[in-house]
């Protein structure tokens, strides 16, 4: 994520390290993305949380913790940034799929504008933006 970028707002949620809070991660980051003029882009932003989500519940959170994840309003209004923030270890990376799996990063590559990894103690936060229709 790119630190010079101006924050206007942000919200956060902390979630337990189960499947179902993929769902309530969605809900969310609707509000916020929708309030904060991102409509048009909704499905890919959710389409993106679940995957994030899904990686930290799966791959990222160990047992007895959770995740946290923040959406924020940057650059003036015109990028929306989700982070997913674990205290797994690991960096994540697009790969080609390994049969019903592995698909999530390349999903959340082809959607946003960008995306990323970066260091938290312990653990990662993976991020994407998505910028503003023009």
């Not at 997913?84 to 590559?109: C, F, K, N, Q, Y």
Request: glycine share 10%; proline share 4%.
């Amino acid at each position: 994520m790119n630190e010079t970028m101006q924050l206007l707002s942000a919200r956060e949620q902390f979630f337990r390290r189960e499947r179902r809070s993929v769902r309530v991660a969605r809900e969310f980051v609707r509000e916020p993305a929708t309030e904060w003029g991102f409509g048009a882009r909704l499905d890919d932003i959710l389409l993106c949380v679940s995957e994030l989500a899904t990686n930290a519940v799966v791959h990222g959170v160990p047992p007895g913790r959770g995740y946290l994840v923040r959406v924020l309003l940057a650059d003036e209004g015109r990028a929306l940034l989700v982070e997913v923030h674990d205290s797994g270890d690991g960096v994540p990376a697009a790969r080609v799929p390994d049969g019903e799996s592995g698909r999530g990063l390349l999903i959340v590559t082809a959607l946003a504008d960008a995306w990323g990894v970066g260091e938290r103690l312990p653990g990662k936060v993976v991020w994407c933006r998505f910028d503003a229709e023009r």
